[in-house]
């Protein structure tokens, strides 16, 4: 196998994963809001790697960086957001304090 198949099936799993899920923050990885953890089970990818090159791009651009995280954190659903059973565990505490 030569390296361009082996990008080519790196990209392939990359976007069967993306495929698969949908973009939304991860509370139970989170370090900050869970941005990083969300975009690392969107795509595949490592967290640590999601995290570290957000660490890198504020070194670099540093201002539209902290626009796009808060943007993110802002904007994006919990990854628990749209299961019932988390629904229903809202509203029974809800209704009970």
Known sequence: ???GEGIMRSFQRISA????????KDPSRAVLFGVCAGLARYTGLPATF?????V???FCFFGATLV????LALVL???YAD???VYVSRSFYRAHW
């Not at 796009?68 to 943007?71: F, L, N, R």
Request: no cysteine.
């Open 1 to 3: 196998m030569n390296t």
């Open 17 to 24: 994963t993306m495929r698969r899920h949908r973009l939304a």
């Open 56 to 58: 890198l791009s504020l």
């Open 68 to 71: 796009v995280y808060g943007v």
């Open 50 to 54: 999601i995290r570290i090159l957000t």
């Open 83 to 85: 299961r019932e059973d």
């Open 77 to 79: 659903d919990s990854e």
